[in-house]
């Protein structure tokens, strides 16, 4: 099959997947990231299946297991319940999204996803993001999962060791990183810490997003877009495209030889509501 071929597979975004264990941050750096409060963030469990963001007009679909779709309201997934729906895909209009998509996983602890769930998702995504807390950094379920995840993936990938505001004093956040990085360093393409809560608080001011590692999080994501060959569909999880699109679809900055702009978490003002803790699920 030659690249000219209609059948051939076409250019996609590349798909970037939030991963950790429950209560890691995955939500709350969706929402750090999409510059908008979405994804739902609370102290428990969320149980939600994937939420699959990518750029259209704002709409939420619930993808069943049979792949089957219905729509979903943008802003209420309660009803949603994992074990019977493969995602949620949202339209939204964010500027990373023309980047990549984002898809905010569950815990990979969750029981209720079918035991072969990673095994079948993690070959369709092109990088991942995996958000560990400071002060559980790390821990044996978070290796033996990323273990079975294909070695390709580890080398594109990023330790974001989430919470760091929590530590006591700088000698506890250099020791913890210091382990964080003998223990995975080779597993992945680099280790960063991060307050995603402090960075969600100061989003628009570059001296906080520099001191709580969000700054970092957008220059590694930034080189890391630009570096992925141009990845192909994969037609079995892709999410149904947008059926009205308002304006055309821009151009993909993360094929090779483009510059994904570094500002993609600014918010526009009044683009943001602050993040909510315990916003129903
Ligand atoms: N202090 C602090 N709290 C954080 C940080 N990141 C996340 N949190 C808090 O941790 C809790 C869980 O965050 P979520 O973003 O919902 O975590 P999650 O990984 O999406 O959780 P599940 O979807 O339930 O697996 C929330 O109360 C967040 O406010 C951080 O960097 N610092
Ligand atoms: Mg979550």
């Given at each position: 099959m030659?690249?000219?071929?209609p059948t051939a597979p076409k250019p996609r975004n590349?798909r970037?997947?939030?991963?950790?264990?429950?209560?890691?941050?995955?939500?709350?750096?969706?929402?750090?990231?999409?510059?908008?409060?979405?994804?739902?963030?609370?102290?428990?469990?969320?149980?939600?299946?994937?939420?699959w963001?990518?750029?259209?007009?704002?709409?939420?679909?619930?993808i069943?297991?049979d792949g089957?779709?219905?729509?979903?309201?943008?802003?209420?997934?309660?009803?949603?319940?994992?074990?019977?729906?493969r995602m949620?895909s949202?339209?939204?209009?964010?500027?990373?999204?023309?980047?990549?998509d984002?898809?905010?996983?569950?815990?990979?602890?969750?029981?209720?996803?079918?035991?072969?769930?990673?095994?079948r998702f993690?070959p369709e995504?092109?990088?991942?993001?995996?958000?560990?807390?400071?002060?559980?950094?790390?821990?044996?379920?978070?290796?033996?999962?990323?273990?079975?995840?294909?070695?390709?993936?580890?080398?594109?990938?990023?330790?974001?060791?989430?919470?760091?505001?929590?530590?006591?004093?700088?000698?506890?956040?250099?020791?913890?990183?210091?382990?964080?990085?003998?223990?995975?360093?080779?597993?992945?393409?680099?280790?960063?810490?991060?307050?995603?809560?402090?960075?969600?608080?100061?989003?628009?001011?570059?001296?906080?997003?520099?001191?709580?590692?969000?700054?970092?999080?957008?220059?590694?994501?930034?080189?890391?877009?630009?570096?992925?060959?141009?990845p192909r569909t994969a037609p079995l999880a892709t999410p149904p495209r947008?059926?009205?699109?308002?304006?055309?679809?821009?151009?993909?900055?993360?094929?090779?030889?483009?510059?994904?702009?570094?500002?993609?978490?600014?918010?526009?003002?009044?683009?943001?509501?602050?993040?909510?803790?315990?916003?129903?699920?």
């Amino acid at each position: 099959m030659t690249p000219e071929s209609p059948t051939a597979p076409k250019p996609r975004n590349p798909r970037v997947a939030l991963m950790g264990e429950f209560s890691a941050g995955k939500s709350t750096l969706a929402n750090l990231l999409l510059g908008q409060d979405r994804s739902p963030v609370q102290v428990t469990a969320t149980q939600l299946p994937p939420v699959w963001y990518r750029q259209g007009p704002p709409e939420a679909q619930r993808i069943d297991i049979d792949g089957r779709s219905e729509p979903l309201p943008i802003d209420d997934w309660s009803q949603v319940r994992p074990d019977d729906t493969r995602m949620i895909s949202v339209g939204l209009g964010a500027d990373i999204l023309h980047a990549c998509d984002l898809i905010d996983m569950p815990g990979t602890a969750d029981p209720n996803m079918a035991p072969d769930f990673w095994s079948r998702f993690l070959p369709e995504v092109d990088l991942a993001i995996w958000c560990t807390p400071a002060n559980q950094a790390w821990r044996q379920s978070e290796a033996a999962l990323w273990e079975q995840v294909p070695p390709l993936l580890w080398t594109k990938s990023l330790l974001l060791v989430t919470r760091i505001d929590q530590m006591q004093t700088e000698r506890d956040r250099a020791r913890v990183m210091a382990r964080v990085r003998a223990e995975a360093g080779a597993l992945f393409r680099d280790v960063l810490p991060i307050s995603l809560t402090g960075a969600l608080a100061g989003r628009d001011d570059d001296e906080v997003l520099g001191a709580t590692g969000a700054a970092a999080l957008v220059e590694f994501l930034c080189h890391a877009l630009e570096g992925l060959d141009s990845p192909r569909t994969a037609p079995l999880a892709t999410p149904p495209r947008p059926k009205a699109t308002a304006a055309p679809a821009p151009a993909n900055p993360a094929r090779p030889g483009r510059v994904v702009p570094r500002r993609i978490i600014r918010t526009k003002s009044g683009d943001h509501r602050a993040a909510s803790e315990n916003r129903p699920a």
